[in-house]
T-cell receptor, first 115, second 115 residues
Framework: DSGVTQTPKHLITATGQRVTLRCSPR?????VYWYQQSLDQGLQFLIQ???????AKGNILERFSAQQFPDLHSELNLSSLELGDSALYFC??????????????FGPGTRLTVL | AQKITQTQPGMFVQEKEAVTLDCTYD???????LFWYKQPSSGEMIFLIY??????QNATEGRYSLNFQKARKSANLVISASQLGDSAMYFC????????????FGTGTSLTVIP
């Protein structure tokens, strides 16, 4: 158990809908990262937050948004869902925003299926 | 250019033998970190080992060691005495300072341990 929690574990929804994925980082970790893992595109970095502020942005679509709250939990909002958004969405946390020496700890992931 | 390259989509190893999973990286930064993660079929991402760019000795964690060749920009993972439970996807990742400590992942290598 990495200490990172994600809810829900599974989510099945229809095209055009909106969903929210939730992540609680490990106790004391200030950084939260979101990733999308699909079969054809591997593990794609979406976005990073550090202590409530956006720190880095990767291949995140405009239909997707995220935020980190004062209690450090984070939510990833996916809207106008398309079939291609079906994937495993990971949240990861690490202790600091700066410094390359901290590993990330991954949550169990949320498997999103868009029908 | 790809930040992380894993050229072996699939590897097979006999149980109790050692195996090397290749990883090369691309960075102009002097300060960076290299990581390996394991993803079993259950889906979770498990941190295995870390190597810092300034570390002079190769990192080791139990049966895992990282063969770090800085001049060649390679960070190969060596698993000794393979076990059936080592069958999984293995991802190499890098974190560098000059891109805001973003993590970059390779496409992964699928390792199968044969009894």
């Amino acid at each position: 158990d990495s200490g990172v929690t994600q809810t829900p574990k599974h989510l099945i929804t229809a095209t055009g809908q909106r969903v929210t994925l939730r992540c609680s980082p490990r106790s004391g970790d200030l950084s939260v990262y979101w990733y999308q893992q699909s079969l054809d595109q591997g593990l794609q970095f979406l976005i990073q937050y550090y202590n409530g502020e956006e720190r880095a942005k990767g291949n995140i679509l405009e239909r997707f948004s995220a935020q980190q709250f004062p209690d450090l939990h984070s939510e990833l909002n996916l809207s106008s869902l398309e079939l291609g958004d079906s994937a495993l969405y990971f949240c990861a946390s690490s202790p600091g925003g700066a410094g390359v020496y901290h590993e990330q700890f991954f949550g169990p992931g949320t498997r999103l299926t868009v029908l | 250019a790809q930040k992380i390259t894993q050229t072996q989509p699939g590897m097979f190893v006999q149980e109790k033998e050692a195996v090397t999973l290749d990883c090369t990286y691309d960075t102009s930064d002097q300060s960076y970190g290299l990581f390996w993660y394991k993803q079993p079929s259950s889906g979770e991402m498990i941190f295995l080992i870390y190597q810092g760019s300034y570390d002079e000795q190769n990192a080791t964690e139990g049966r895992y060691s990282l063969n770090f060749q800085k001049a060649r920009k390679s960070a190969n993972l060596v698993i000794s005495a393979s076990q059936l439970g080592d069958s999984a996807m293995y991802f190499c990742a890098m974190r560098e300072t000059n891109t805001g400590n973003q993590f970059y992942f390779g496409t992964g290598t699928s390792l199968t341990v044969i009894p």
